[in-house]
């Protein structure tokens, strides 16, 4: 049963690895919570199981967001029988998740993060460069994690480049020309071997790039640069969405570039905008302050 789902999320959803991984873990976890290993049984699976297993995960010491990430998985899981006619009611109708707080994004300054600071933390070398070339890319285009580590030569042109988003949905993102020259500087290198990956950037035995080494050169050169407590490529994307909407972005034209499916998810970062706003306003403005 478990496994007609995970073929259905990789053939028609078309969801990452990373995704479909939670997916069915999430939802092995309950199925195994409610003792239905067939699916036969699952039209038995009420709402009042699913509030049980919601307890639970929460007596656990699991938080409301990851309590509600789970109950999503959930979703996924009884729309997709429902779409089988494998069970006549979706139990799911009936729950809500734990209410949870947003938090707002954390990002680096822009006086943190300005080209001579960046000059001064980075070695002169290939690896530099390369390493360099990562946060910039972060900071200059939002890009996540997987969409820079699977960035191929060919998805760079003068303007733009090309990535591939989730659920496989390719955009196109601006790319400054200063920030292309550089680009092609590190591809073009004598000094990276590219005969083993066509990637972008690769590691110093010329292997495409993977998730934990990104996430421990941004935590290093972040820690150079900010006193933040969280330092990773999520937290340059944060960066790139709010200095964009300080520096009069619009909201449309930033979910555009940060490949976000729904305007609400963008619209977090308005919350930092608008303290820039008031810092601007209480400047500006005669009886702007509290003086």
């Known amino acids: ?50 509030r049980a297993w919601i307890v639970e995960l929460i007596n656990e010491g699991c938080s409301n967001k990851t309590v509600n990430r789970k109950l999503s998985s959930l979703r996924g899981f009884f729309k997709w029988l429902m779409k089988g006619s494998f069970i006549a009611v ?30 001064e933390v980075f070695p002169d070398s290939i690896s530099g460069l390369r ?23 060919n998805d760079v042109n003068s303007t733009s480049i090309k990535v591939l988003g989730k659920r496989n949905k390719e955009r196109l993102v601006p790319l400054s020309g200063q920030l292309y020259e550089d680009l092609l500087r590190y591809i073009r290198s004598p000094k990276v071997d590219r005969s083993q990956s066509d990637h972008v950037f690769l590691t110093d035995k ?12 941004m935590k290093f050169y972040l820690s150079l640069l900010t006193n933040l407590s969280k330092r990773s490529p999520h937290i ?21 570039i940060l490949g976000h499916a729904d305007l609400s998810a963008t619209q977090i970062y308005t919350h930092n905008s608008f303290d820039e706003i008031s810092k601007i306003y209480d400047q500006a403005h005669p009886r702007g302050g509290n003086e």
């Open 90 to 119: 979706d139990p799911m109708q009936k729950i809500k998740g734990p209410k949870q707080h947003k938090r707002i994004p954390e990002f680096v300054k822009e006086e943190e993060i300005d080209i001579e600071r960046i000059n």
């Open 236 to 256: 340059l994307r944060h960066t790139f969405a709010t200095h964009m909407l300080n520096n009069g972005a619009g909201l449309e034209t930033l979910k555009e």
């Open 1 to 50: 049963m478990l496994n007609l789902f995970i073929t259905y999320l990789s053939t028609e959803k078309r969801l990452s690895l990373h995704s479909i991984v939670a997916y069915e873990n999430d939802v092995s976890s309950f199925l195994s919570f409610v003792g239905v290993d067939s699916i036969d049984d699952v039209g038995e699976i009420s709402y009042q199981n699913i």
């Open 206 to 217: 010329g292997d495409k790039m993977y998730p934990n080494f990104v996430y421990r050169k």
């Open 131 to 153: 390493d360099r070339l990562i946060l910039e890319v972060f900071y200059q285009t939002g890009i996540r994690l997987s969409e820079l580590i699977n960035l191929r030569v």
